[in-house]
């Protein structure tokens, strides 16, 4: 009976994680050592606000009612366009469409997608405001940009807009940023570890514990990029889930079996929260926020607790298992 209890815990564990790391369907903004910044607007244009969002992602539009903007596309077409009612409109019949589908532009064109097809336009967002993936703000290649180092200029481009039928160019500069300190995550794997110790008798206190500061970078960063940008249900949801297994556990009776089971599916919980996020440990740039050594601290945090956790829970299942049945 007790060998088909953990068999069953084990299942649920393995459900929960997977479906947690499941990744979003549309390509959001992630760790990247590339920043990319708007450096002109010509000429300047009252009333249009523009922004690179997570690094070199995406670029990001904001107009005021009464304006009409247009996003000219890669080969001269319309793209996008930002009625005087703050409604934003993407023409399908455009190439930019499926080619900003993903950073790298690695999308087959469909029939209609070309740049002399009648416009048809359909609505993306309200309040004349709309981000999305421009290959000519940020590097184009998974390689590093070759004969430059970190701390170089390593592209430049311009997005051309139609200002209420004015020419107007944005221009975008991308930098290769320095690798960050390592400081925050040794301190933060320490710091979980610290935790798991002090409570060894808790254990799922120190997961809640950690769970708790791992889903407050988690809604931070879900919440510091635009919704259209997609970001992954992953940055919050694994965390809450975790922490709500490790209260529970916490609070259960002395001497009791079950919350050890809870205690170990909450442990590996921050195991694949932080395996997942292993990007957001090394890569300059993060798409938050929060200040990026705390970010690294806990997600450093939750792995290393989490594996120590976990440890600590299967030791004391197996105490139990190997325990005579009248014990």
Do not use: C
């Amino acid at each position: 009976m007790r060998l088909r209890r953990l068999a069953a815990v084990m299942v649920a564990a393995g459900v929960i994680v997977v479906g947690g790391a499941s990744p979003a369907s549309a390509d959001p903004a992630g760790p990247t050592d590339y920043q990319s910044e708007v450096i002109a607007v010509v000429p300047p244009a009252p009333g249009v606000a523009v922004e690179t969002i997570g690094g070199d992602a995406f670029l990001r539009l904001v107009v005021e009612p009464g304006l009409l903007v247009e996003v000219v596309g890669y080969r001269g077409e319309p793209y996008l366009r930002f009625l005087p009612s703050g409604t934003v409109e993407r023409n399908e019949n455009s190439p930019s469409t499926y080619l900003n589908e993903d950073r790298y532009g690695e999308t087959e064109l469909p029939p209609n997608a070309t740049p002399e097809a009648v416009p048809d336009w359909r609505k993306v967002a309200d309040g004349g405001a709309y981000a999305w993936h421009d290959h000519r703000t940020h590097w184009m290649n998974e390689d590093r940009p070759p004969g430059r180092e970190p701390g170089d200029r390593i592209l430049e481009g311009v997005v051309p807009l139609l200002v209420d039928g004015a020419e107007v160019d944005v221009a975008v500069a991308s930098s290769w940023e320095p690798a960050p300190s390592r400081v925050p995550v040794v301190a933060g794997a320490a710091a979980g570890l610290l935790a798991t110790v002090l409570f060894r008798r808790r254990v799922a206190a120190a997961i809640a514990v950690v769970a708790a500061a791992a889903l407050g970078v988690g809604i931070t960063a879900s919440l510091s990029v635009p919704p259209e940008t997609a970001p992954s249900p992953l940055l919050w949801v694994v965390p809450a889930t975790a922490l709500v297994l490790a209260a529970v556990a916490a609070f259960a009776r002395p001497g009791e079996r079950w919350p050890d089971y809870l205690a170990l599916v909450a442990a590996a919980e921050l195991v694949v929260w932080a395996l997942v996020r292993w990007d957001w440990l090394w890569r300059a740039v993060l798409p938050t926020a929060a200040p990026f050594w705390l970010d690294r601290a806990a997600t450093a945090a939750a792995g290393a607790a989490g594996l120590l956790a976990a440890a600590a829970a299967v030791h004391s299942l197996g105490s139990a298992l190997r325990a005579p049945q009248g014990a």
